[in-house]
């Protein structure tokens, strides 16, 4: 009690820190693998590379015991809603990994039906590039969301309050011009890739 | 059955005889067609298909196919449907192309002849827009419900039209 008017907040900080220490070395992740993606998760998961060695093996397939989740894969339209509600389903404290270019950008599937980066749905911490990455590349960025965990971590999952704002990239509606959609086929002899539309 | 790589199928017999100037054929290599043009199809797909299937032993309609031949050099119909049929006595195989065009393309549905082509006519139509009359569940069955084009369509763009983006944003208030 003395202590407190003396010190103020010391105590609190304190235990920030040995919360975020002992939350980040059993981080649970949730396995959101879509595609080709998941194969190299599941090879991150073996014996081979072992992410065991970092505190993350225990993959749970219900995000009501997963504060980690990992989205390995391409995400068609139809999946967002799905991915939304499994993101939600998770208890706080969470974090969420961007595995690959599919989930980071959309990658080479720049069409209709593949949306183009979870970051404008959900909030992503970690992206790793790659297609599909390498397992040490996972590793990597459950490195990096340890130290993220340690470095920002409070007790009380506070530092996610201020979240409260969209961090995903602008609005793709007018990053695409009319002169930039792609018809096809606009003309078979000469097969050009980018086509103006067909009235 | 005389010249040596070629000979005349029965099948196209019958077909002549009772629908004798509705369809033309081609042939390449065992590959065998029936075509029909959009104005004589609608009227007559329903029942050559059923007199493929009742008088030739065409049983099974292996698959649906849609093709969108727009701007396509030579082409004057749009949508071409694509019957896959094959008779499972002889193993024969037979592919009937009837066409359809804008603005209302449709053909009568088979689903009265063969009962898979239940989602093959739906995945046509959620793909083309190809309306099959008589279908008894005539719904998109890939593209979500709320989605309003047929993306295999030609003249719709590769991006499409901002569809894979229209959904919520969730933060992590949200949560």
């Avoid at chain 2, 067609?33 to 329903?46: D, M, N």
């Avoid at chain 2, 002849?113 to 046509?124: G, I």
């Avoid at chain 2, 998109?140 to 295999?152: D, G, N, Q, Y």
Wanted: hydrophobic share 40%.
């Amino acid at each position: 009690m003395a202590l407190t008017g003396l010190l103020p907040d010391f105590l609190v900080t304190k235990m920030d820190a040995l919360a975020s220490m002992l939350r980040k070395h059993s981080l649970w992740p949730m396995p959101f693998a879509t595609a080709c993606c998941g194969i190299e998760l599941m090879a991150t998961a073996s014996s081979r590379y072992d992410i065991a060695r970092f505190g993350s093996e225990a993959m749970r397939f219900s995000p009501r015991q997963c504060d980690l989740m990992i989205v390995a894969g391409r995400v068609a339209m139809k999946m967002v809603p799905v991915m939304q509600r499994i993101w939600l389903q998770m208890p706080e404290p969470k974090w969420c990994i961007s595995m690959g270019a599919c989930a980071s950008s959309g990658g080479v599937f720049d069409t209709y039906a593949v949306v183009q980066g979870i970051d404008r749905f959900i909030p992503v911490d970690v992206y790793v590039p790659g297609c599909p990455p390498r397992p040490e590349q996972l590793i990597r960025a459950v490195l990096d969301i340890q130290e993220k965990v340690q470095r920002t971590g409070t007790i009380d999952a506070r530092e996610f309050a201020a979240r409260d704002t969209y961090e995903g990239p602008t609005s793709l509606a007018n990053e695409l011009g009319p002169d930039q959609m792609i018809v096809a086929p606009g003309d078979y002899n000469t097969a050009t890739r980018f086509r103006k539309p067909l009235n | 059955m005389g010249v040596v790589g070629f000979h005349m199928p029965a099948y196209l017999d019958t077909l002549n005889a009772k629908f004798s100037g509705a369809f033309t054929t081609s042939a390449f290599r065992d590959n065998q067609r029936v075509i029909l043009s959009a104005e004589k199809a609608y009227a007559t797909i329903f029942p050559l298909l059923k007199c493929l299937k009742v008088e030739c032993g065409f049983d099974m309609l292996g698959d649906i196919a849609g093709i969108d031949y727009l701007n396509y050099p030579g082409a004057t119909d749009r949508y071409g449907i694509v019957y896959g049929l094959t008779n499972m006595t002889t193993g024969e195989r037979l592919f009937v192309k009837a066409f359809a065009n804008d603005p209302d393309p449709e053909l009568p549905s088979v689903y009265d002849l063969w009962k898979s082509a239940d989602w093959m006519e739906r995945e046509v139509f959620d793909m083309f827009g190809v309306k099959f009359v008589g279908h008894p569940d005539l719904r998109r069955i890939l593209m979500p419900h709320e989605f309003t084009a047929f993306p295999l369509r030609k003249d719709y763009p590769l991006r499409g039209y901002g569809e894979r983006h229209n959904f919520e944003t969730v933060t992590r208030a949200d949560s």
